[in-house]
């Protein structure tokens, strides 16, 4: 019976600490945009599209990013890693740069917040290895000699919240997947 009660009180405790937790990170988070999946037409590419922007308001100058890349760094393993060389943004004259989001799959990877700054420069030396995502088996996006295809997005906000985005997908080199039957030992 004891068992029992501490068990409850303990679960309990465990869901009370994830509430808050969970609400402590939108807290942070606070109005940076929710992820968006969005149908991709291709490798690689991209489009600079404004989003959630109201006619009138002054746009973002420039989003600039180079194509994503997908590497795989051990060829036996399903770990690949998605990275950009650059992403360059600039708002307008009147305005300074609040945060940049990347988005990869429906999850935020990175914020990269400006501070009194009208443009940013972020390089692919402060993603360090890059965003770790499955590579896939060969053919799983359709394509029999390349693995998983996955859309990304990195959107900038500006202090006039006016917004812009590149949107795209890339595809990750596939590996070659072996299922074994699982085998029960009596």
């Not at 945009?33 to 599209?49: F, H, I, K, Q």
Request: hydrophobic share 35%.
């Amino acid at each position: 019976m004891r068992y029992r009660r501490v068990l409850g009180t303990c679960t309990v405790l465990l869901l009370l600490t994830l509430a808050w937790w969970r609400g402590a990170i939108h807290a942070q988070v606070g109005d940076e945009p929710e992820a968006a999946s969005t149908g991709m037409d291709g490798r690689g590419s991209t489009s600079e599209v404004e989003v959630g922007v109201d006619p009138d308001s002054p746009a973002v100058s420039s989003l600039t990013t180079d194509l994503p890349t997908c590497y795989q760094p051990d060829p036996a393993s399903n770990a690949c890693y998605i990275n950009w060389d650059y992403i360059s943004v600039a708002s307008a004259p009147a305005g300074a740069m609040r945060y940049v989001t990347v988005t990869i799959g429906s999850r935020i990877r990175a914020v990269y917040r400006g501070f009194f700054q009208d443009s940013m420069i972020i390089t692919n030396e402060m993603n360090g290895s890059g965003f770790k995502v499955p590579c896939g088996g060969f053919g799983a996006s359709g394509d029999p000699s390349m693995g998983l295809q996955h859309s990304y997005s990195v959107v900038a906000r500006d202090s006039d919240n006016a917004t812009v985005g590149n949107y795209g997908s890339v595809w990750c080199p596939g590996i070659r997947l072996v299922n074994l039957p699982l085998v029960v030992k009596q």
